[in-house]
Each structure stands twice: as structure tokens, then as C-alpha cells.
T-cell receptor
Framework: SQTIHQWPATLVQPVGSPLSLECTVE??????LYWYRQAAGRGLQLLFY??????ISSEVPQNLSASRPQDRQFILSSKKLLLSDSGFYLC???????????FGPGTRLTVT | KQEVTQIPAALSVPEGENLVLNCSFT??????LQWFRQDPGKGLTSLLL?????REQTSGRLNASLDKSSGRSTLYIAASQPGDSATYLC???????????FGTGTRLQVFP
């Protein structure tokens, strides 16, 4: 069966510090991968998605970037965090990009 | 631009009641619709996926229906239990896109 992992589970970072969140998927190959953010009082927003190694699509302009160095690894990064980057970050995967998406446990990021 | 609305925003019911959660979307040209459950501080759990050609899907005490022409989906929960307490989210996917558009959710509380 497939499993999706995210770490860390929680993170408190000062403004201006760098960020690296990691997501890995087990039990499947060549998945479509997604990063979402869930901010307080707002719905889930798609940030990035990837259909293969090195292929990243950005949905919204922002202070964040994503990379996919390996087939089942997806990384969300920032060089300098802003207060507005606080939120709950969720990674998801899909077999084919058109059917079900499955979500990880999330990372709670607080920028102080 | 697709917009997804969920009504009510919050619902509190006694155990044993049958419930209906509503999801409306403005653009009927959807490929599929997915219902999720989110427990506080956790990731999303996929409940049901309805393809645009389907009218309903069932899983245990859950039944989701889709009326694409009217831009509506309902999630029916039979014989509710305290363990059903969570936030329920619906999301739609258009054609030729990976992107899910989420509603803001219905927070359900089932009390004993």
C-alpha cells in the first residue's frame, strides 16, 4: 500500500530564516505530487505540482519554491520566510493527476 | 473562475441523526468531485470520488451525489456518530488540469 510522509510535523521559524519541508511517497512510482497551503480562515490553495523529476509548475507567485530531486520526493523551500508564510502545509500525491489525491499529515509552520 | 461553496459552515447534531452536507460550484464543467474529511491539526482523508459521468458514490454510511448541471453535490451521512466529528471538504477538478479547487468546509460536531 502507498504511504505519504511529511516532516517536520511542526516548525517555528523567525522572519527572514530559510525553510525546507520534505515530502516522500512510498509504494508507488512516478506519482504526481502537490504542495498545498491551508491558512487560517482560508481554504486550501495549491502552491506547486509536479508530474516528474525536475518538473515543477507554480500556481501562484510567492516567496516559496519547490523541487523534486527524486521520483518520490518533493521539497518546499524558501530563502527568507515572511510572516504571511505561516500556515498548514500539505503534500499530496495522485497516480495519474486525474483521479483521487491522497494527502500527507501536514506541517504546521509558524513564522514569528 | 471556479468557486466552490459549502453550506453550512458549521453543524452540531446529536448522535444518530442523518445529515446532509452541501457543496456548490459555479462552473459545471468539472471532471470529478472529491469529498474529504479533516480532523483538527491533521491532513485530509479522501472519502469519496465522483466522476462527472456518475450520479452518486457510496462508502459505508456515506453517500455522495452529484448534479453537475445544477452545480451541486451533497454528502449524506447516515446514523451519525461522535467519531464523525471533523471538517468535511469538497473539491472539484476541471478538465485538463491537476488542480483541485476546494470549498472552505463544513465543521461537523456530533455529540453523544
Amino acid at each position: 500500500s502507498q504511504t505519504i510522509h511529511q516532516w517536520p510535523a511542526t516548525l517555528v521559524q523567525p522572519v527572514g530564516s530559510p525553510l525546507s519541508l520534505e515530502c516522500t511517497v512510498e509504494g508507488t512510482s512516478n506519482p504526481n505530487l502537490y504542495w498545498y497551503r491551508q491558512a487560517a480562515g482560508r481554504g486550501l490553495q495549491l502552491l506547486f505540482y509536479s508530474v516528474g523529476i525536475g518538473q515543477i509548475s507554480s500556481e501562484v507567485p510567492q516567496n516559496l519554491s519547490a523541487s523534486r530531486p527524486q521520483d518520490r520526493q518533493f521539497i518546499l523551500s524558501s530563502k527568507k520566510l515572511l510572516l504571511s508564510d505561516s500556515g498548514f502545509y500539505l503534500c499530496a500525491w495522485s497516480e495519474d493527476g486525474i483521479n483521487e489525491q491522497y494527502f500527507g499529515p501536514g506541517t504546521r509552520l509558524t513564522v514569528t | 473562475k471556479q468557486e466552490v461553496t459549502q453550506i453550512p459552515a458549521a453543524l452540531s447534531v446529536p448522535e444518530g441523526e442523518n445529515l446532509v452536507l452541501n457543496c456548490s460550484f459555479t462552473d459545471s464543467a468539472i471532471y470529478n468531485l472529491q469529498w474529504f474529511r479533516q480532523d483538527p491539526g491533521k491532513g485530509l482523508t479522501s472519502l469519496l470520488l465522483i466522476q462527472s459521468s456518475q450520479r452518486e458514490q457510496t462508502s459505508g454510511r456515506l453517500n455522495a451525489s452529484l448534479d453537475k448541471s445544477s452545480g451541486r453535490s451533497t454528502l449524506y451521512i447516515a446514523a451519525s456518530q461522535p467519531g464523525d466529528s471533523a471538517t468535511y471538504l469538497c473539491a472539484v477538478r476541471g478538465y485538463n488540469t491537476d488542480k483541485l479547487i476546494f470549498g472552505t468546509g463544513t465543521r461537523l460536531q456530533v455529540f453523544p
